[in-house]
């Protein structure tokens, strides 16, 4: 029987990639030594495209040297999944948990990472539903609303979901997202009729998806969350 | 394993369906087993390795499998490589130490052969172990069948 599960919520607003990269490595090796508990950072970024393992660049649609007019940058990681644009207005969420402690395989954590933006979805009247076979994220209908990548080492996670609240949709143009052509992707201003409180609420029902789904029984907020580590100085 | 299983995989690997998953998951006898889900076939010196039942069926359908090159060491308990499925890539660790002599070649054209045979033609890399005595730090088949559930019974 599991005893009772604890998640500490880092809200870090706006930040930039490579750092929120360098933070997760950080906290995966913490969360391996069981230095913290499971961990779970909500963001948004600046104007970025990445790349999963396979690096299928392919996707990318406009040369790299373009990117910097466009004001994006792009990264390559070690996460599953083809290429994806994250830009403001698109709320992410990186859970650094263990699913050994949680007894979860990689299929039921990512089933559960759907789930969580399919509740967050029909709070504002939106059915959204998980991907076919191949297609993972979550989709209205033919349109993609969230999407998925995620990387497990030791049985701990990083990476995460992106969820679209009202990114500028224009920069998906630039790559086939997800790898999967001749299909839209749409945002929560997209699909629904209902008026959206401030992001910052949103975001806080996103997270209160996922602690639920997963059955944390206590969630703490983590003060004054910071890319640099309790043992960096400010200068 | 018999050709049509191999020839169903194949043909699943190529249509992107996967194949059903079962209930249970299937142990062998006469492996060693890691708490990570690998197992270890040992045969003098040598050593053939891949992931277990249980793994593939909690990973899903396996779409790519990243393989270290031969010649590369391993460490027990070090990952040497990551199979993706479902949008996630999982590190697959060592569970001996050694060098690669061996790789499964077959997985970079059909990765689903992981799912569809996890102890055979699914097998990921061979090592010639640098030491043996490695080995009792590994789970037998009854210990690890009784590992899986207690795993499965988490949540």
Known sequence: ?235 | MAPTMLWASRAASYLRISMFHRGFSTVLKDLKYADSHEWVKVNGNSATIGITDHAQDHLGDVVYVEIPEVGAAVKQGDSFGAVESVKATSDVNSPVSGKVVEVNEELSSSPALVNSSPYEGGWIIKVEMNDAGELKNLMDSEEYSKFCEEEDSKH
């Open chain 1, 1 to 235: 029987m599991r005893g009772p599960l604890k998640l500490e919520v880092w809200k870090m607003g706006f930040v930039n990639y490579l750092e929120a990269l360098k933070l997760q490595e950080k906290l995966v090796s913490d969360r391996k030594l069981c230095r913290i508990p499971d961990t779970l950072l909500s963001l948004q970024h600046p104007p970025t495209y990445t790349l999963g393992k396979r690096r299928t660049d392919h996707n990318l649609l406009i040369p790299e040297s373009e990117l910097k007019n466009i004001g994006a940058e792009l990264h390559y990681t070690q996460r599953g999944g083809d290429i994806t644009f994250h830009g403001p207005h698109q709320a992410i969420l990186y859970p650094i948990i263990s699913l050994r402690e949680m007894g979860l395989g990689a299929r039921n954590y990512v089933e559960k990472l759907e789930s969580t933006m399919i509740e967050l979805s029909s709070l504002y009247g939106v059915k959204a539903c998980a991907g076919k076979k191949c297609e993972t994220g979550v989709w209205v209908g033919e349109r993609k609303i969230g999407a998925i990548g995620v990387r497990i080492s030791s049985g701990i996670t990083s990476h995460g979901l992106a969820f679209n609240i009202d990114p500028e949709l224009e920069y998906f143009k630039h790559i086939v997202p997800c790898g999967i052509t001749d299909k839209e992707v749409t945002s929560l201003r997209r699909e629904t009729s209902t008026a959206l409180p401030s992001e910052e609420v949103i975001q806080e029902q996103l997270i209160s998806c996922f602690a639920r789904l997963f059955g944390y029984n206590t969630v703490v907020q983590k003060e004054n969350p910071s890319i640099l580590s309790d043992h960096e100085e400010i200068a």
